[in-house]
């Protein structure tokens, strides 16, 4: 393979998602000041790439829409081994939904040139979505396979693709070039080396702004989404505790009690 596009996305790191807040202007995500990481899934995606590079050859270029400091997040991605990034930042991107971002993605991978493959997260923890790899293949009008479990080189210019489905797996033989994503139980993702990380500094991550994409700027951003947020709602959880006390017997009755009215035991 020539070039495989891994799309990424900086998330808001989950342990500090109770600072998340929302613009009640914008009705956007409030993000300033918490600390990023690449979107879990989105590593799955870049291992695969990685390991498709291992066998084929080519370069493995990661691809996001983000805000200018997100370029500390991808350094992540390219002391993982891939070979530069493009970071798509603009301040008419603010606010874009799914649809919107797709968009500029695909505006994205037609910057970059030729690629083999496009490869993406099935869902982002912060949208939980699961709809921009298809939207994507839309907007480059090629085949999109999600829920992927299993990838492997069928020769030539085909990938064979195992996705999840309700029900079982389905696997499907895709011509390339295609879009994909891909669930956790694709592979799981490299240690970063110390050489990595220092590679990673001197790696390209070439920033573009709508100048250089050229997309009308009334299909993206909040003027060209669809779907807009309505709310935000931080769910805490906290366990529920009991105290036992009494004898070591009348203390094992009780918790056999209990284990039989939760249906633990039968």
Request: proline share 5%; hydrophobic share 45%.
């Amino acid at each position: 393979m020539e070039r495989i596009i891994v799309c990424v996305k900086p998330v808001p790191d989950p342990k500090h998602w109770d600072k998340v807040s929302m613009d009640p202007e914008t009705q956007t995500l409030k993000r300033e000041g918490i600390p990023s990481i690449i979107n879990p899934l989105d590593k799955h995606a870049l291992e695969a790439a990685l390991t498709l590079r291992e066998v084929h050859g080519g370069e493995v270029i990661l691809l996001s829409m983000a805000p200018p400091f997100a370029d500390a997040t991808l350094r992540e991605g390219l002391a993982m081994g891939a070979d530069r990034a493009v970071l798509l930042s603009d301040r008419v991107f603010a606010g874009s939904d799914t649809l919107a971002t797709a968009r500029i993605l695909a505006a994205g991978c037609r910057w970059i040139g030729s690629f083999d493959l496009v490869l993406c997260g099935n869902l982002t923890v912060d949208g939980s979505t699961a709809q921009v790899c298809s939207q994507l293949g839309e907007f480059l009008d090629l085949p999109s396979v999600m829920h992927v479990v299993e990838l492997s080189d069928e020769g030539g210019s085909k990938l064979l693709a195992t996705q999840k489905i309700e029900n079982g797996l389905c696997t499907l033989r895709v011509p390339l070039p295609a879009v994909l994503s891909v669930r956790k139980e694709l592979n799981k993702p490299r240690y970063i080396p110390f050489t990595g990380i220092l590679a990673a500094e001197s790696k390209e991550i070439a920033l573009l702004s709508n100048a250089d994409l050229k997309i009308n700027e009334g299909l993206v951003g909040l003027h060209g989404s669809p779907t807009q947020m309505a709310g935000l709602e931080l769910k805490k959880f906290q366990r529920a505790g009991e105290r036992l006390e009494g004898s070591v017997d009348e203390i094992v009755q009780a918790l056999v009690e209990r284990f039989y009215k939760l249906g633990v035991l039968s």
